[in-house]
């Protein structure tokens, strides 16, 4: 089983919305609700950037420039599920969408990802 399951990827529009989910199975929730975690994208051909993190309790969010304003992280820790709801979607956008712990000394193994293709 994966440690992580990301979903809600699909084809938007440019100015379209996609709220991506993220779910961790394998941990269990207390070790869940210790971590900061985040959303990392990587468009073709590019490396692996982070989109936004969230603290344990989702008080402190940080969004990296390109997507302030439009994307907005969540997350359930009863359900061990992290969110991003994207907004406003770009072409730029167009990339594979991964969660994982925000400290990369943290990391898991990769899951599989979500494709976002923002497109007319």
């Known amino acids: 089983q994966a440690y992580f399951v990301e979903s809600g990827g699909g084809l938007v529009q440019p100015g379209g919305s996609l709220k991506l989910s993220c779910k961790s199975p394998?941990?269990?929730?207390?070790?869940?609700?210790?971590?900061?975690m985040a959303w990392y994208r990587q468009p073709p051909g590019k490396q692996r950037e982070l989109v936004a993190s969230i603290t344990p309790r989702g008080g402190t969010t940080n969004y990296a420039d390109s997507v302030k304003g439009r994307f907005t992280i969540s997350r359930d820790n009863g359900k061990r599920t992290l969110y991003l709801a994207m907004n406003s979607l770009r072409s730029e956008d167009t990339a594979a969408y991964y969660c994982?712990?925000?400290?990369?000394?943290?990391?898991?193994?990769w899951g599989q990802g979500t494709q976002v293709t923002v497109s007319s």
């Open positions: 994982n712990r925000a400290d990369a000394q943290d990391f898991l193994p």
């Open positions: 394998r941990t269990i929730l207390s070790v869940y609700n210790s971590y900061d």
